[in-house]
C-alpha cells in the first residue's frame, strides 16, 4: 500500500508556471507507476501525465503536451509535474495516483490517489 500527499498548488497568472510535487510513503514506491489527473468544477477526472516505474518512459494529454513535464525520484519517493506556460484551462485540482497495472493513462487503472491540490491559472 502507498498513501500519497500533493503539494505546490496555488494561484498563478497565464502564461505563470508552477511545480507540483507527490510525496509517497512506503518503500515500495518504484514498484508503482505513477500519474498526474486534474479534475475541473462540472467535468470529470482527466489524465494529465504519467511516468513508468523506472522513468524510462513518460506520457502526456494532447492539451499539456510540451508546457508540461513529469519526472520522478524514486530514492527521495517523489514525482514531480512541472507545469509552464499555463493557461486558464489549467484551473483545477490535481491529483496524483499510483498503478501497479500496465495501462497508465486510464484512471480507472490506478489503486491510490492523494487528495488533490489546486491550481488556479487568472487570465
Known amino acids: 500500500q502507498v498513501q500519497l500527499v500533493e503539494s505546490g498548488g496555488g494561484l498563478v497568472q497565464a502564461g505563470g508556471s508552477l511545480r507540483l510535487n507527490c510525496a509517497a510513503s512506503?518503500?515500495?514506491?518504484?514498484?508503482?507507476?505513477m500519474g498526474w489527473f486534474r479534475q475541473a468544477p462540472g467535468k470529470e477526472r482527466e489524465f494529465v501525465a504519467a511516468i513508468r516505474r523506472s522513468g524510462s518512459s513518460t506520457y502526456n494529454a494532447v492539451a499539456v503536451k510540451g508546457r508540461f513535464t513529469i519526472s520522478r525520484d524514486n530514492a527521495k519517493n517523489t514525482v514531480n509535474l512541472q507545469m509552464n506556460s499555463l493557461e486558464p484551462e489549467d484551473t483545477a485540482v490535481y491529483y496524483c495516483a499510483a498503478t501497479t497495472n500496465i495501462v497508465v493513462t486510464d484512471k480507472r487503472s490506478y489503486d491510490y490517489w492523494g487528495q488533490g491540490t489546486q491550481v488556479t491559472v487568472s487570465s
Open positions: 512506503g518503500r515500495t514506491f518504484s514498484t508503482y507507476a
